[in-house]
């Protein structure tokens, strides 16, 4: 069974500050990893994800996530916070194949950065 | 930059009733999603879409639900008894590839209110 685990609800950091958001997964094989952030009365939008290679990844907004594959954590990063980051972030996982992707996702983290 | 587009953006609907949630997917995406988050909870995958047929459903999409392109432009889902605990906010997406690494973009979402 595919499970996706953010272990914490809320992160607080202050403006300018680096923030970390955790991801941690368990699914069988060698999934492809994505972050999502989510606005107030706003769908998904698509951040950053990992397929194969380096295990930095780059994204949008200065967003950088990096895969840990002996730890199962894909943790989102960004080095100076913004207070217009300040959203629920999404992260999700979807089976290594061809074909429609079906996202899990976890449970969302609410980040709150302080000005 | 193309999006999503969902229809209305509230429904309020009574216990039994049929409702249908609207959705404009991106024009040159192949594949099609609904997805749903309840209150204070993790995004659901419910469907997926392809080539004028399902590909995948999760448990949640049992027999009162339905999904169907009428046209080249619309993709619609349906509930055909609602019950109190079909309340959520109800998602569209649509991908372009064929592969599951692509991000999918997402629709702002109808809040469907079973009263």
């Known amino acids: 069974a595919q499970s996706v685990a953010q272990p914490e609800d809320q992160v607080n950091v202050a403006e300018g500050n680096p923030l970390t958001v955790k991801c941690t997964y368990s699914v069988s094989g060698n999934p492809y990893l994505f972050w999502y952030v989510q606005y107030p009365n706003r769908g998904l939008q698509f951040l950053l994800k990992?397929?194969?290679?380096?295990?930095l990844v780059k994204g949008s907004y200065g967003f950088e996530a990096e895969f840990n594959k002996s730890q199962t954590s894909f943790h989102l990063k960004k080095p100076s916070a913004l207070v217009s980051d300040s959203a629920l972030y999404f992260c999700?996982?979807?089976?290594?194949?061809?074909?429609?992707?079906?996202?899990?996702f976890g449970t969302g983290t609410r980040l709150t950065v302080i000005p | 930059e193309p999006e999503v587009t969902q229809t209305p953006s509230h429904q309020v609907t009574q216990m039994g009733q049929e409702v249908i949630l609207r959705c404009v997917p991106i024009s040159n995406h192949l594949y099609f999603y609904w997805y749903r988050q309840i209150l204070g909870q993790k995004v659901e995958f419910l469907v997926s879409?392809?080539?004028?047929?399902?590909?995948?459903k999760s448990e949640i999409f049992d027999d009162q639900f339905s999904v169907e392109r009428p046209d080249g432009s619309n993709f619609t889902l349906k509930i055909r008894s609602t019950k109190l605990e079909d309340s959520a906010m109800y998602f569209c997406?649509?991908?372009?590839?064929?592969?599951?690494?692509?991000?999918?973009?997402f629709g702002d979402g109808t809040r469907l209110s079973i009263l």
């Open positions: 879409f392809y080539n004028n047929e399902i590909s995948e």
């Open positions: 997406a649509s991908g372009q590839g064929a592969y599951s690494n692509q991000p999918q973009h």
């Open positions: 990992y397929i194969t290679g380096d295990n």
């Open positions: 999700a996982v979807s089976p290594r194949r061809t074909g429609a992707n079906n996202l899990f």
